[in-house]
């Protein structure tokens, strides 16, 4: 069950708006074709940002030196790039440790999953999540609460 909840205002431009902005929440990122599960980071095992794959394509874009190299290059560095990841396979296959992670981010991961397992253990499940977005444009701010 999902409660919209929109704060009070005495302008009918802004009032009207923001139960505009919050039906279109609820419409298309609660019961619409994006539902809770594809976009909630709760139970993520993975990566939680993009940084892996802009990474990549900024070191692939940096490797040319050109915005349009000819096909002749990119096939040179799709052999040379696959060899390398050929080669890392091989070295996991036989039991060499990956590139330890920066212990910054580990804290991190582990900080997340602690904090994570004592609110399951202090809780049971989540019963009620309340997500606030932040001010748009207008400067209306919507609370959105769900049930999952």
């Not at 809780?123 to 977005?133: H, K, V």
């Amino acid at each position: 069950m999902v409660v919209v909840e929109v704060p009070p205002s005495a302008d009918p431009l802004t009032s009207a708006i923001a139960h505009a902005l919050a039906a279109y929440f609820e419409r298309t990122w609660i019961q619409g074709d994006f539902p809770v599960t594809i976009w909630s980071h709760y139970d993520n095992l993975g990566p939680r940002t993009t940084n892996v794959a802009e990474g990549f394509h900024n070191s692939f874009n940096s490797r040319f030196g050109m915005s349009h190299p000819s096909l002749r290059l990119f096939l040179d560095w799709l052999q040379k790039y696959q060899f390398e990841v050929q080669c890392i396979g091989l070295q996991l296959a036989a039991d060499r440790t990956p590139i330890a992670r920066f212990a910054v981010y580990a804290k991190l991961d582990a900080d997340l999953w602690s904090a994570k397992r004592s609110y399951s253990l202090e809780y049971g499940a989540i019963l009620r999540t309340t997500l606030p977005i932040l001010p748009c444009a207008c400067g209306i701010f919507v609370s959105v609460q769900w049930r999952i």
